[in-house]
């Protein structure tokens, strides 16, 4: 099954003389330099800890608001 190549793909291939698409699709695919490897990586600790950082805050405003909850109540004696 082939595909319809664009422009950009045609000429691509003709400046690097491949001769079939998938070498062209897998030189695409293929990260640029190691830099590029190793920041491109799903940052798994800074998500759980900015995770953890808005469970804090969220904990704190409850905290905050059931004080003030308590604060305001006009008890009747």
Same mark, same amino acid.
């Given at each position: 099954?082939?595909? $319809?190549?664009?422009?950009?793909? $045609?000429?691509?291939?003709?400046?690097?003389?491949?001769?079939?698409?998938?070498?062209? @699709?897998?030189?695409l695919?293929? +990260?640029?330099?190691?830099?590029?490897?190793?920041?491109? *990586?799903? +940052?798994?600790?800074? =998500?759980?800890? !900015?995770? #953890?950082? =808005? *469970? *804090?805050? @969220?904990?704190?405003?409850? !905290? #905050?608001? #059931?004080?003030?909850?308590?604060? *305001?109540?006009? =008890?009747?004696?």
């Amino acid at each position: 099954m082939s595909r $319809k190549l664009t422009r950009l793909e $045609k000429k691509l291939m003709r400046a690097m003389g491949l001769g079939d698409v998938r070498l062209l @699709d897998e030189l695409l695919a293929a +990260p640029i330099s190691q830099w590029a490897v190793d920041h491109s *990586e799903s +940052p798994d600790e800074e =998500y759980a800890l !900015a995770d #953890r950082m =808005y *469970e *804090e805050a @969220d904990r704190q405003r409850d !905290a #905050r608001n #059931r004080f003030n909850a308590l604060s *305001e109540c006009n =008890y009747a004696n």
